[in-house]
T-cell receptor
Framework: KAGVTQTPRYLIKTRGQQVTLSCSPI?????VSWYQQTPGQGLQFLFE???????NKGNFPGRFSGRQFSNSRSEMNVSTLELGDSALYLC????????????????FGAGTRLSVL | ELKVEQNPLFLSMQEGKNYTIYCNYS?????LYWYRQDPGKSLESLFV?????AVKQEGRLMASLDTKARLSTLHITAAVHDLSATYFC???????????????FGQGTILTVHP
Protein backbone atom coordinates (compact mmCIF):
# COMPACT_ATOMS: atom_id res chain seq x y z
CA LYS A 1 0.00 0.00 0.00
CA ALA A 2 1.46 3.34 -0.99
CA GLY A 3 2.14 5.82 1.79
CA VAL A 4 1.34 9.51 1.97
CA THR A 5 2.81 11.30 -1.03
CA GLN A 6 3.76 14.95 -0.96
CA THR A 7 4.90 16.99 -3.93
CA PRO A 8 7.12 18.74 -4.57
CA ARG A 9 9.79 17.71 -2.09
CA TYR A 10 11.67 20.99 -2.30
CA LEU A 11 10.67 24.50 -3.25
CA ILE A 12 12.51 27.79 -3.39
CA LYS A 13 10.44 30.94 -3.61
CA THR A 14 10.94 34.64 -3.04
CA ARG A 15 9.08 36.91 -0.69
CA GLY A 16 5.68 37.96 -1.94
CA GLN A 17 5.16 34.93 -4.15
CA GLN A 18 2.59 32.25 -3.52
CA VAL A 19 3.02 28.50 -3.38
CA THR A 20 0.82 25.41 -3.61
CA LEU A 21 1.76 22.12 -1.99
CA SER A 22 0.09 18.82 -2.75
CA CYS A 23 -0.68 15.78 -0.63
CA SER A 24 -2.08 12.40 -1.67
CA PRO A 25 -3.23 10.37 1.34
CA ILE A 26 -3.02 6.65 1.83
CA UNK A 27 -5.75 4.92 -0.15
CA UNK A 28 -8.93 4.82 1.91
CA UNK A 29 -7.86 7.55 4.31
CA UNK A 30 -10.31 10.41 4.29
CA UNK A 31 -8.80 12.81 6.82
CA VAL A 32 -5.81 14.93 5.85
CA SER A 33 -3.98 17.17 8.31
CA TRP A 34 -1.24 19.67 7.59
CA TYR A 35 1.60 20.72 9.89
CA GLN A 36 4.42 23.22 9.74
CA GLN A 37 7.77 22.24 11.26
CA THR A 38 10.42 24.83 12.07
CA PRO A 39 13.44 24.69 14.40
CA GLY A 40 12.03 27.52 16.51
CA GLN A 41 8.36 26.60 16.80
CA GLY A 42 8.51 22.86 16.35
CA LEU A 43 5.54 21.04 14.84
CA GLN A 44 2.42 23.16 14.57
CA PHE A 45 -1.00 22.17 13.29
CA LEU A 46 -2.26 24.12 10.29
CA PHE A 47 -5.61 22.55 9.41
CA GLU A 48 -7.51 19.33 8.82
CA UNK A 49 -9.83 18.35 6.00
CA UNK A 50 -12.41 15.62 5.76
CA UNK A 51 -14.92 15.13 2.97
CA UNK A 52 -13.76 18.32 1.30
CA UNK A 53 -14.52 20.34 4.43
CA UNK A 54 -12.10 22.07 6.74
CA UNK A 55 -13.02 20.83 10.21
CA ASN A 56 -10.21 22.25 12.27
CA LYS A 57 -7.75 25.10 11.95
CA GLY A 58 -4.63 26.12 13.82
CA ASN A 59 -3.42 29.59 14.69
CA PHE A 60 -2.03 30.68 11.36
CA PRO A 61 -2.84 33.80 9.36
CA GLY A 62 -5.31 33.74 6.51
CA ARG A 63 -2.44 33.57 4.02
CA PHE A 64 -2.43 29.85 4.75
CA SER A 65 -5.31 28.04 3.14
CA GLY A 66 -6.12 24.61 1.89
CA ARG A 67 -8.64 22.44 0.20
CA GLN A 68 -9.52 18.82 -0.28
CA PHE A 69 -10.80 17.15 -3.38
CA SER A 70 -13.39 14.41 -3.73
CA ASN A 71 -10.63 11.78 -4.00
CA SER A 72 -9.29 12.99 -0.60
CA ARG A 73 -6.19 14.56 -2.13
CA SER A 74 -5.39 17.87 -0.50
CA GLU A 75 -3.54 21.02 -1.36
CA MET A 76 -2.36 23.85 0.80
CA ASN A 77 -1.61 27.33 -0.44
CA VAL A 78 0.47 30.06 1.07
CA SER A 79 0.07 33.50 -0.43
CA THR A 80 2.32 36.53 -0.08
CA LEU A 81 5.23 34.46 1.23
CA GLU A 82 7.33 35.78 4.10
CA LEU A 83 10.80 34.74 5.15
CA GLY A 84 9.30 33.17 8.26
CA ASP A 85 7.29 30.76 6.14
CA SER A 86 10.45 28.79 5.41
CA ALA A 87 9.76 25.40 6.93
CA LEU A 88 9.11 21.74 6.38
CA TYR A 89 5.42 21.26 5.61
CA LEU A 90 4.11 17.85 6.55
CA CYS A 91 0.89 16.24 5.52
CA UNK A 92 -0.65 13.35 7.43
CA UNK A 93 -3.58 11.11 6.64
CA UNK A 94 -5.73 8.97 8.88
CA UNK A 95 -8.62 6.57 8.58
CA UNK A 96 -11.99 7.96 9.57
CA UNK A 97 -15.01 5.90 10.52
CA UNK A 98 -18.45 6.45 9.10
CA UNK A 99 -19.19 8.64 12.11
CA UNK A 100 -16.40 11.02 11.16
CA UNK A 101 -14.13 10.04 14.02
CA UNK A 102 -10.46 9.51 13.34
CA UNK A 103 -9.82 6.03 14.63
CA UNK A 104 -6.27 5.43 13.67
CA UNK A 105 -2.95 7.14 13.94
CA UNK A 106 -1.80 9.81 11.55
CA UNK A 107 0.65 8.67 8.90
CA PHE A 108 2.99 11.34 7.66
CA GLY A 109 4.40 12.05 4.25
CA ALA A 110 8.02 12.93 3.57
CA GLY A 111 7.20 16.63 3.58
CA THR A 112 7.83 19.61 1.34
CA ARG A 113 10.76 21.77 2.33
CA LEU A 114 9.98 25.38 1.45
CA SER A 115 12.69 28.00 1.41
CA VAL A 116 11.66 31.64 1.06
CA LEU A 117 14.43 34.00 -0.05
CA GLU B 1 -4.69 25.74 25.63
CA LEU B 2 -3.09 22.31 25.57
CA LYS B 3 0.61 22.24 26.30
CA VAL B 4 2.83 19.22 25.77
CA GLU B 5 6.28 19.23 27.32
CA GLN B 6 9.05 16.72 26.87
CA ASN B 7 12.19 16.27 28.85
CA PRO B 8 14.99 16.06 28.38
CA LEU B 9 15.24 17.94 25.08
CA PHE B 10 18.71 16.57 24.43
CA LEU B 11 19.91 13.15 25.46
CA SER B 12 23.36 11.77 24.86
CA MET B 13 23.66 8.11 25.76
CA GLN B 14 26.24 5.41 25.60
CA GLU B 15 25.38 2.19 23.86
CA GLY B 16 24.05 -0.38 26.26
CA LYS B 17 22.61 2.12 28.73
CA ASN B 18 18.98 2.66 29.71
CA TYR B 19 17.12 5.94 29.82
CA THR B 20 13.62 7.42 29.91
CA ILE B 21 12.06 10.31 28.03
CA TYR B 22 9.14 12.02 29.74
CA CYS B 23 6.11 13.64 28.17
CA ASN B 24 3.75 15.77 30.25
CA TYR B 25 0.54 17.28 28.92
CA SER B 26 -1.78 19.83 30.44
CA UNK B 27 -5.30 18.73 29.45
CA UNK B 28 -7.21 15.49 29.65
CA UNK B 29 -6.69 13.48 26.51
CA UNK B 30 -7.72 10.07 25.25
CA UNK B 31 -4.76 9.28 23.12
CA LEU B 32 -1.06 9.80 23.12
CA TYR B 33 1.35 9.03 20.32
CA TRP B 34 5.07 8.62 20.02
CA TYR B 35 6.84 9.36 16.76
CA ARG B 36 10.42 9.11 15.59
CA GLN B 37 12.06 11.48 13.12
CA ASP B 38 15.44 10.91 11.50
CA PRO B 39 17.33 13.99 10.22
CA GLY B 40 15.72 15.35 7.08
CA LYS B 41 13.04 12.70 7.15
CA SER B 42 9.38 12.49 8.01
CA LEU B 43 7.73 11.22 11.18
CA GLU B 44 7.46 7.50 11.75
CA SER B 45 4.79 6.23 14.10
CA LEU B 46 6.12 4.22 17.04
CA PHE B 47 3.26 3.80 19.49
CA VAL B 48 -0.30 4.86 20.15
CA UNK B 49 -1.49 4.67 23.76
CA UNK B 50 -5.23 4.68 24.20
CA UNK B 51 -5.99 4.28 27.87
CA UNK B 52 -4.70 4.73 31.37
CA UNK B 53 -2.05 2.18 32.20
CA ALA B 54 -1.44 1.28 28.58
CA VAL B 55 2.00 -0.14 27.89
CA LYS B 56 3.41 -0.88 24.45
CA GLN B 57 6.78 -2.38 23.61
CA GLU B 58 8.70 -2.71 20.38
CA GLY B 59 12.26 -3.90 20.48
CA ARG B 60 14.29 -1.72 22.82
CA LEU B 61 11.54 0.86 23.22
CA MET B 62 8.66 0.73 25.69
CA ALA B 63 6.00 3.40 26.08
CA SER B 64 3.51 3.83 28.90
CA LEU B 65 0.65 6.17 29.73
CA ASP B 66 -0.68 7.49 33.04
CA THR B 67 -3.70 9.62 32.21
CA LYS B 68 -4.27 10.63 35.82
CA ALA B 69 -0.79 12.11 36.04
CA ARG B 70 -1.01 13.28 32.40
CA LEU B 71 2.33 11.64 31.81
CA SER B 72 3.75 9.30 29.24
CA THR B 73 7.20 7.77 29.25
CA LEU B 74 9.35 6.30 26.52
CA HIS B 75 11.90 3.94 28.01
CA ILE B 76 14.98 2.93 26.07
CA THR B 77 16.66 -0.30 27.05
CA ALA B 78 20.27 -1.12 26.14
CA ALA B 79 20.53 1.68 23.60
CA VAL B 80 22.13 1.08 20.21
CA HIS B 81 23.38 3.63 17.67
CA ASP B 82 20.41 2.96 15.35
CA LEU B 83 18.10 4.53 17.92
CA SER B 84 19.70 7.95 17.39
CA ALA B 85 16.87 10.22 16.21
CA THR B 86 14.43 12.84 17.46
CA TYR B 87 11.48 11.48 19.40
CA PHE B 88 8.20 13.33 19.67
CA CYS B 89 5.17 12.70 21.79
CA UNK B 90 1.85 14.07 20.57
CA UNK B 91 -1.53 14.38 22.19
CA UNK B 92 -4.90 14.12 20.55
CA UNK B 93 -7.56 16.41 21.97
CA UNK B 94 -11.05 15.10 21.52
CA UNK B 95 -13.62 17.86 21.43
CA UNK B 96 -17.13 16.65 22.07
CA UNK B 97 -16.17 13.05 21.39
CA UNK B 98 -14.63 13.65 18.00
CA UNK B 99 -11.07 14.12 16.95
CA UNK B 100 -10.59 16.59 14.16
CA UNK B 101 -7.13 15.64 13.07
CA UNK B 102 -5.17 17.91 15.37
CA UNK B 103 -2.15 16.57 17.16
CA UNK B 104 -0.32 18.79 19.62
CA PHE B 105 3.35 17.87 19.71
CA GLY B 106 6.02 18.14 22.34
CA GLN B 107 9.26 19.93 21.51
CA GLY B 108 11.02 16.69 20.66
CA THR B 109 13.93 14.92 22.34
CA ILE B 110 17.11 14.65 20.30
CA LEU B 111 18.69 11.32 21.20
CA THR B 112 22.28 10.56 20.31
CA VAL B 113 23.69 7.15 21.11
CA HIS B 114 27.48 6.91 21.25
CA PRO B 115 29.56 3.74 20.94
Amino acid sequence: KAGVTQTPRYLIKTRGQQVTLSCSPISGHRSVSWYQQTPGQGLQFLFEYFSETQRNKGNFPGRFSGRQFSNSRSEMNVSTLELGDSALYLCASSLVSSGGIAKNIQYFGAGTRLSVL
Amino acid sequence: ELKVEQNPLFLSMQEGKNYTIYCNYSTTSDRLYWYRQDPGKSLESLFVLLSNGAVKQEGRLMASLDTKARLSTLHITAAVHDLSATYFCAVDIRAGGTSYGKLTFGQGTILTVHP
